[in-house]
């Protein structure tokens, strides 16, 4: 696999990882909960810092077990520490390549991915993969972001900005970040007969939670993969950045602010 097939748009720095942070199964992956039960082996592909991957190991053990991948050997590790704290045992982490996983056909009862289609260039491939390690009887359940569906108001010109620019910067490496809508479309074609769809926001709209957001990615404007690409290939100049992350920041500090994050689900059954 060519590595222009699975860059991660957003990089590991640490503006990037605290939004990560925030993420739990009650917020990221609820749609998939109904389905956990104890003694399932669960396999957590793109596992950022741990925390949505510990509360699953929560719902599995103490019986089941968990095997959480990620390509960052650094984020691995704060995964690891993340877990360790919580006084949790029953998972392993790997740095892998998730288009050729080193685990048997059928080893898992679940696969779970979250927001990592819209980073690969070839997301059917993927989840083929996905669907090759996961048991019959057991579903694979991915959830992704659509950037072009989100919505905020004011309606900033820095921030119809920034949408043009992360199109952009995602596009170039081989990503997809209208993802949300098209999971089910590529459900079908990694061979899967029963996709079972759904859909649910993150809304940024109180005076903390637009702190947070308009932090978060005016850090993320200024210091992350996205501006080091949109800089590197000439995307954006570092003063156009700069504006940019200052359009975040005037939009946070808004009282009338307000931002919704959609996201498509699917839960793919494998026969």
């Known amino acids: 696999m060519n590595d222009r097939q699975a860059v991660y748009t957003h990089g590991h720095q640490d503006s990037v990882l605290r939004s990560h942070r925030s993420r739990t199964a009650a917020n990221s992956a609820a749609y998939l909960l109904p389905e956990l039960r104890a003694g399932q082996a669960l396999l957590d ?46 998972v392993t982490f790997a740095s892998v390549d998730a288009h050729r996983l080193p685990y ?19 997301p059917v491939t993927l989840l083929r993969e996905l669907r090759r390690v996961t048991a019959p009887g057991g579903v694979v359940a991915f959830r992704d972001a659509d950037y072009a569906a989100m919505a905020w108001y004011p309606e900033l010109p820095e921030l119809a900005d920034w949408m043009a620019l992360y199109q952009r910067v995602a596009r170039s ?15 079908r074609a990694a061979g899967f ?11 940024y709209a109180t005076a903390e939670q637009r702190d947070w957001w308009g932090d978060s990615w005016a850090d993320r404007v200024v210091g992350s993969g996205i501006a080091d690409t949109a800089v590197a290939y000439g ?15 005037r939009w946070a500090a808004d009282p009338d602010g307000w931002f919704a994050v959609p996201s498509g689900e699917v839960l793919a059954r494998v026969r």
């Not at 007969?193 to 809304?203: P, Q, R």
């Not at 995307?235 to 920041?249: F, S």
Request: hydrophobic fraction near 40%.
């Open 235 to 249: 995307y954006a100049t570092p003063e156009e950045l700069a504006r940019i992350a200052a359009g975040w920041r």
């Open 104 to 122: 048997a056909d059928g080893e898992f009862d679940v696969v779970h991915a979250h927001q990592v289609l819209q980073h690969v260039a070839d």
């Open 45 to 90: 592909v793109g596992c950022g810092p741990g925390t949505i991957t510990a509360d699953l190991a929560e719902l599995v053990g103490p019986t089941g077990r968990v095997v959480a991948v990620d390509r960052s050997a650094e984020v691995l590790a704060r995964a690891a520490e993340h877990v360790a704290g919580r006084g949790i045992g029953n």
């Open 193 to 203: 007969d029963t996709v079972e769809c759904s859909s649910s926001n993150w809304t």
């Open 173 to 187: 490496n081989g990503g997809e970040p209208n993802a949300g809508r098209r999971l089910a479309a590529w459900a």
